[in-house]
């Protein structure tokens, strides 16, 4: 899909700047100057002084003039080559920042920041092919999941356990929203970092911003804690990224205009339910069915003893094309362990645990890989097997199609305050 | 039946009576139909397959504090290795052999801890196994009991009050000693100082100067390990960092030891049990660094 983000075919002339080899004059100059030499002809032929020395005066001016007019020339085409040059090497390393919306627009979109892009309040500023691309590379890269309703809070065991213990199931509504179709990997991750992500004070959460100091890697540099100079280890390219707490998570989703999904998003991308009744809604216990097949995703005894491309273990696709949600690495949700009830459990822990679902390449049961298992872990931890995939609700985006434009507008609202994922809650 | 018939049978009964099974742990004397040792409360099950089977079991010990882990990883153990496709694999023998196992894996699994292992040894879980290995022709068989840790801590500080550690301990071809690494990082010493009670015990035991204890291999594993990173990064500088005391007494008088770090959840966190009491509970399941202390005592033992 980049591919046909070539960043030469949207270089475009930058206004203002003429073109190499002309000079621009004013009109003004051009009579000020056939005056006087009109003057000084008249004043040759009819032996008047006085009005020669006029002539003289308004050739000294049109002389002025030009030359001011030349060194200007000069500096436009010198700063015209300079942005011709940032423009047709957008690299990751290149963090200045193209005077043109277009030109920030490519980089924006080689930086993986469609979504960003495709905000209404940034859409309606794009042109029509930009606004085009963006579109494409976002359903290439996510999956859109169907709004619906999806049975959470019930265990698998439930008639073995206490009743009076285990919350009753409910069933919660799901708006439309996409989800990554694979983990956010070290490349993309990289992209971030070399941006200066961890500087970009904005992106990050109020009450984590002196801890943001302490999100460095081996060297002491910002980054995942297996990093080492600020560069992800040689090979783990594709890679999902790991080492990262939540908060780097949730910047990282801020930064590409996305967000971390909610827990029943996560799920309802995985088991994919059906509702075939008003009570009935079953729902997969993996992405691809009800069966274990450790052929199909990477956990403890599928042969791998770490990460894999997340490319690999096509197999394990979910329903709506989503790769690996279950095993590879675990993935932060932005919920808060325990404060849906969705747990049968009554945990006590002084700091607010964050969910983690899928499973990892170490977890040892296959009951802990479900779609509907729910762990957890500080938000703060940056462990080895723990990554994320970013999410964007349909309602925050514009469409492909610049038309629509207008009536997307007026239903825009603000990204941190509006309910993602508005949970309905309904009589099970 | 007559009477003579009666009378010939009822020889035959006190004849076998009259014979002395001795237990393989401690080689107490037994009665040929005892289920556990009236000495030491071992299961004379490990006595009756040994004379069946013509097999002689090695014994390797797991101790540590009480709450250090020690069922946990030993269940696992069990477990891996039983399940891995690997170089080492486990074959139990004997259906008692299982429980520890199936018991520990049923509770991981629901994300509980298992029940604290009792004092009482006759309540003890005891595992008999083969150890098969592909560059070894024949398996290694082994006899490792689930100990409680508060009778091993009585042991120690009152010798013979559980004679059947004692046992275990002096039988013992090497022992993997626990350390919860999670209070070793929270700052607090106790860990260190039992630990190094367990070594004096250990070498107090057997003092000769051959096969005594500062011959005998002894891995030291630091538990729960998930919980401090740099533990596992390298448990030799951890030791030395957290447990300056036991890191002086292995380097002076153990010619054969190693550290480890193990850890079986993910991560834990507390939850308020149905009685009102907090708990402390696995959130998942992600084993790391079970088999090495274990493969390498193998190693150790057998080279």
């Known amino acids: 899909m980049f591919s046909s983000l070539n960043p030469a075919v949207h270089v475009r002339r930058l206004p203002g700047v003429p073109q190499q080899g002309k000079i621009e004059l004013n009109p003004t100059i051009v009579s000020v100057a056939v005056a006087s030499a009109v003057c000084m002809a008249i004043a040759w032929v009819a032996g008047v002084p006085f009005i020669g020395g006029g002539g ?113 199931g409910r069933v919660v509504t799901v708006q439309r929203f996409f989800l990554d179709r694979y983990p956010v990997t070290n490349k993309l991750y990289q992209k971030f970092i070399d941006t200066g992500g961890y500087e970009q004070m904005a992106l990050w959460d109020q009450q984590i911003l002196p801890g943001v100091l302490d999100f460095v890697d081996q060297s002491g540099t910002p980054g995942p804690a297996g990093w080492c100079d600020g560069r992800f280890p040689k090979g783990l390219e594709n890679h999902p990224v790991v080492g990262i707490s939540w908060y780097e998570a949730a910047a990282y989703s801020r930064w590409v205009g996305k967000r971390l999904p909610t827990d029943v998003e996560w799920e309802k991308a995985g088991s994919w339910p059906v509702e075939l009744a008003a009570t009935n809604r079953p729902g997969r216990r993996f992405p691809w069915g009800n069966a274990m097949d450790r052929g199909r995703c990477n956990i403890w005894g599928s042969g791998s003893e770490g990460t894999v491309a997340v490319e690999e273990l096509a197999t394990g696709v979910s329903v709506g ?20 009830g969705f747990v ?45 995939r970013c999410a964007v609700s349909v309602c925050d985006l514009a469409s492909g199609n610049p038309e629509e434009t207008e009536s997307e507008e007026r239903s825009t609202v603000n990204e941190e305050e509006s309910p993602q994922a508005e949970l309905t809650e309904v009589k099970a | 039946m007559n009477r003579e018939g009666q009378v010939t049978l009822d020889s035959y009964r006190l004849a076998q009576y009259a014979v002395q099974v001795p237990c393989y742990i401690c080689s107490g004397p037994n009665t040929f139909d005892a289920e556990l040792c009236r000495n030491c409360s071992a299961p004379m099950a490990l006595t009756y397959q040994a004379e069946t089977q013509k097999v002689h079991p090695r014994i390797l010990s797991c101790i ?13 153990l069990m477990d891996m290795l039983s399940r891995q496709p690997d170089d080492m694999r486990l074959l139990a023998r004997g259906a008692f052999s299982i429980t520890l196992q199936q018991h520990t894996v049923a509770a991981l699994a629901r994300c509980e801890f298992p029940d604290k292992t009792p004092n009482e040894p006759e309540r003890w879980n005891w595992v008999h196994c083969q150890i098969h290995q592909t560059r070894r022709r024949k398996p290694i068989e082994l006899i490792m009991p689930d100990m409680a840790g508060e009778a091993l801590i009585e042991e120690v500080d009152h010798p013979d009050t559980f004679p059947v550690i004692r046992s275990l301990l002096t039988k013992s071809a090497g022992v993997m000693i626990l350390i919860d690494a999670s209070t070793l990082s929270g700052g607090t010493s106790d860990q260190d100082y039992f630990t190094m009670k367990l070594l004096s015990y250990l070498l107090e035991l057997v003092d000769d100067p051959k096969h005594g204890w500062h011959q005998r291999p002894v891995s030291l594993v630091f538990t729960k390990a998930d919980e401090s990173e740099s533990c596992f990064e390298n448990p030799l500088e951890f030791a030395q960092a957290h447990t300056p005391g036991m890191w002086r007494h292995c380097e002076e008088r153990f010619q054969k030891h190693k550290y480890f770090a193990a850890g079986v959840a993910g991560a834990c966190a507390n939850v308020r049990r149905s009685d009102g009491k907090l708990g402390r509970v696995p959130l998942r399941i992600e084993p790391r660094g079970i088999v090495e202390p274990f493969r390498w005592l193998i190693e150790q033992v057998w080279s």
Request: net charge neutral; hydrophobic share 40%.
């Open chain 1, 56 to 168: 003289a005066a308004g050739m000294c001016y049109v002389g002025v003039k030009l030359i001011a007019a030349i060194a200007r020339r000069d500096k436009q085409a010198r700063h015209a080559n300079q942005s011709r040059h940032d423009k047709s090497e957008p690299t990751v390393a290149n963090t200045e920042l193209p005077e043109d919306i277009d030109g920030l627009a490519v980089q924006m979109l080689s930086q993986g920041r469609y979504a960003l892009l495709l905000r209404p309040q940034l859409a309606r500023n794009l042109s029509a092919a930009l606004r085009r691309d963006a579109h494409d590379t976002l359903t290439d890269r996510m999956a859109l999941i169907p709004d619906g309703q999806l049975l959470v809070g019930q265990t698998e065991d439930a008639d073995q356990i206490d009743s009076s213990i285990l919350p009753r």
């Open chain 1, 321 to 340: 094309g989503i790769h690996q949600l279950v095993g590879n690495v675990w993935e932060w949700t932005s919920g808060v362990f325990g404060a849906s």
């Open chain 1, 344 to 388: 049968s459990r009554d945990y006590k822990d002084n700091i607010p645990l964050r969910t983690i679902r899928g499973g990892a390449f170490d977890t040892y049961f296959e009951n802990h890989v479900t779609c509907q298992f729910q762990s957890a872990e500080d938000p703060v931890a940056r462990k080895h097997n723990i990554g994320f």
């Open chain 2, 64 to 76: 540590g504090t009480s709450g250090v882990g020690k069922t946990v990883f030993l269940g696992m």
